[in-house]
Structures are given as structure tokens and as C-alpha cells.
T-cell receptor
Framework: GNSVTQMEGPVTLSEEAFLTINCTYT??????LFWYVQYPGEGLQLLLK???ADDKGSNKGFEATYRKETTSFHLEKGSVQVSDSAVYFC?????????????WGLGTSLAVNP | NAGVTQTPKFQVLKTGQSMTLQCAQD?????MSWYRQDPGMGLRLIHY???????DQGEVPNGYNVSRSTTEDFPLRLLSAAPSQTSVYFC?????????????FGNGTRLTVT
């Protein structure tokens, strides 16, 4: 079946460092891909998405490109801030119509130190 | 703008007790769902609903019941709590069941079963 694999955390960086969180997927067809972020004590919220190959999703300085040839959707940010400390989840959508569901990665915890 | 509201935030139950986790959304979303989040397991879908009067099982439905009598509310019932149901529970909603619109999450209910 479809699956999402994220790099294990925790990831610890200093402020202004470059961030990459790897995400690879296994899927039949052409799923949409998502990154969600969970700040401490809160629910998840959508960070960015891409719906077809070579699309780049971006938001709040984060970017991810849908790479079908490598089945990847790696999350990047050029200069992280302490406020980016959170857990990041990669996900893909599978199915069609009302049976469309999200398949989640296990999450990657990011801690940014001042 | 309340979004998705979950109550209670914290709950402790004894084995065998029953309770209902409440979820309400004010965005007129057709789709609502319940997830549980456990360390090392990521997010797992318990039940979901694509509209009032319609519910369906996710990947871990055993031990939980749901109903959807209104568009706004989607309560999750534990009929006889077990220690294995200790978890953080998230309710999430989105516009429509078959599209890629983002999921909106509540802030979670942390449940401990002793």
C-alpha cells in the first residue's frame, strides 16, 4: 500500500541555519503531497502542499518540490528561527472521491536554539 | 473565529469507564474525522464522516463509536475505556471529502486510562 517515510528526529539546529527534512513516498497513481506543522500544545496545521509533479509548495519561508522521479517531497528553509521549533509531518492523499484519505509520516521534531 | 473546538483538553479515566470526547466546528465543513496520536506511531485515523448522517471507519476503529447528527458536531465515544486507549486525540475537519482542501485540527484531548 501507499506509505510515507520521514527522516527520524529530533533535529537540532542553531538559529539561521539551513533546514532540510527528508520525505519520500510510495504510491500508485498521482497523489497530492502535504507538509503539516504541529507547534507545542496545538493541533496540526497545513504548512504547504503540491498537487502534481514538479510543483513547488511554499509558505512562511519553507519550500518543498514534488519530485516524481525520486518520489520525494523534502522540506527546506534557508534560515530557521526559534519560532520554527515544532513537529513536521509529511503526508500524501490517496483514493478518490469521498474515500480520499491522508497517509501520514511519523513526524520529525525540530528544535531551534538561539 | 473558533475553527475546530475540542473538549475536554485533559481527561483521566479508569478502565471500563465510558466517556464522550466532543468536537465542534463552525466552518460548515462537510468532512470531519478523529485521529489518535501516539509516540512512534504518528497519526492514525479512527473514524470519519463525509456529511451529516454518514460515518465510516478508519484504520483503528475498535473501541470507539461516532455519530454525525449535525454538520457542526462529531462526538467520539469510548464505551469501555482500556489502557491501550491512552493517547492524544485530534478532531479535524475540511471542506468536502474528496478534494485536497486542508484539514483543520482542534488542539487535542489528552486522555489517560488507568
Amino acid at each position: 500500500g501507499n506509505s510515507v517515510t520521514q527522516m527520524e528526529g529530533p533535529v537540532t539546529l542553531s538559529e539561521e541555519a539551513f533546514l532540510t527534512i527528508n520525505c519520500t513516498y510510495t504510491a500508485t497513481g498521482y497523489p497530492s503531497l502535504f507538509w503539516y506543522v504541529q507547534y507545542p500544545g496545538e493541533g496540526l496545521q497545513l504548512l504547504l502542499k503540491a498537487t502534481k509533479a514538479d510543483d513547488k509548495g511554499s509558505n512562511k519561508g519553507f519550500e518543498a518540490t514534488y519530485r516524481k522521479e525520486t518520489t520525494s517531497f523534502h522540506l527546506e528553509k534557508g534560515s530557521v528561527q526559534v519560532s520554527d521549533s515544532a513537529v513536521y509531518f509529511c503526508a500524501l492523499s490517496e483514493g478518490a472521491g469521498n474515500n480520499r484519505k491522508l497517509i501520514w509520516g511519523l513526524g520529525t521534531s525540530l528544535a531551534v536554539n538561539p | 473565529n473558533a475553527g475546530v473546538t475540542q473538549t475536554p483538553k485533559f481527561q483521566v479515566l479508569k478502565t471500563g469507564q465510558s466517556m464522550t470526547l466532543q468536537c465542534a466546528q463552525d466552518m460548515n465543513h462537510e468532512y470531519m474525522s478523529w485521529y489518535r496520536q501516539d509516540p512512534g506511531m504518528g497519526l492514525r485515523l479512527i473514524h470519519y464522516s463525509v456529511g451529516a448522517g454518514i460515518t465510516d471507519q478508519g484504520e483503528v476503529p475498535n473501541g470507539y463509536n461516532v455519530s454525525r447528527s449535525t454538520t457542526e458536531d462529531f462526538p467520539l465515544r469510548l464505551l469501555s475505556a482500556a489502557p491501550s486507549q491512552t493517547s492524544v486525540y485530534f478532531c479535524a475537519s475540511k471542506r468536502g471529502g474528496g478534494n485536497n482542501s486542508p484539514l483543520h485540527f482542534g488542539n487535542g484531548t489528552r486522555l489517560t486510562v488507568t
